[in-house]
């Protein structure tokens, strides 16, 4: 069955290093998307994707960054960690043009602190 | 941008009572409103969704209902079970977001037996 995958599923780092999260989908799906979710704030917009090669910013995007290589993975990277990024991770995925094109797949999250 | 508002943050009903989330969207423009179901520790996963072109939706013991002149829309859960309880988000697209959606902050809800 196709699914979206993210690992690590859990992650501690310390302030400054460099972290990258990976999503992996088989669904095929041209658009991906990542979110933080932090308590209160539900999900929030990190980058999201549109296909190969096409990458924008979303409402929180600063200290992240996002590359698209091929249609399955778009992997997150945190440049220098900071505590404020300690939160969940989701990644997710939608088709467009499709009947459902709008239902967005979610992973099952990664967790990361940064001490 | 789009933002939407949700209400309440925890709800707290008894097995076999209804469960009512309010969510308000700001841009008149939005024309999609999905909800989405988060079990502890796994990711959200879409329960029902509801267009601008339709005033009521639903599926077995849940509906969605959206009043377009007040730019609101509700989700609406019957004879509640234990394993209805989760988190439960609200999200609203807007016609030139093409895929993005802007979620509520999610409702806890909490069925007791």
């Known amino acids: 069955d196709a699914e979206i995958t993210q690992s690590p599923r859990h992650k501690i780092t310390e302030t400054g290093r460099q972290v990258t999260l990976a999503c992996h989908q088989t669904?095929?799906?041209?658009?991906m998307f990542w979110y933080r979710q932090d308590l209160g704030h539900g999900l929030r917009l990190i980058h999201y994707s549109y296909g190969v090669q096409d990458t924008n910013k979303g409402e929180v995007s600063d200290g992240y960054s996002v590359s698209r290589s091929n249609t399955e993975d778009l992997p997150l990277t945190l440049e220098s960690a900071a505590s404020s990024q300690t939160s969940v991770y989701f990644c997710a995925s939608s088709e467009p043009g499709l009947a459902d094109s709008d239902t967005q797949y979610f992973g099952p999250g990664t967790r990361l602190t940064v001490l | 941008g789009e933002n939407v508002e949700q209400h309440p943050s925890t709800l707290s009903v008894q097995e076999g009572d209804s469960a009512v989330i309010k969510c308000t969207y700001s841009?008149?423009?939005?024309?999609?409103f999905p909800w989405y179901k988060q079990e502890l520790g796994k990711g959200p996963q879409l329960i029902i969704d509801?267009?601008?072109?339709?005033g009521e939706k639903k599926d077995q013991r849940i509906a969605v209902t959206l009043n377009k002149t007040a730019k609101h829309f509700s989700l609406h859960i019957t004879e509640t079970q234990p394993e209805d309880s989760a988190v439960y988000f609200c999200a609203a697209r807007g016609t030139d977001s093409w895929g993005k959606l802007q979620f509520g902050a999610g409702t806890q809800v909490v069925v007791t037996p």
């Open positions: 669904w095929n799906h041209n658009n």
């Open positions: 841009d008149s423009a939005s024309n999609y």
């Open positions: 509801i267009r601008s072109n339709v």
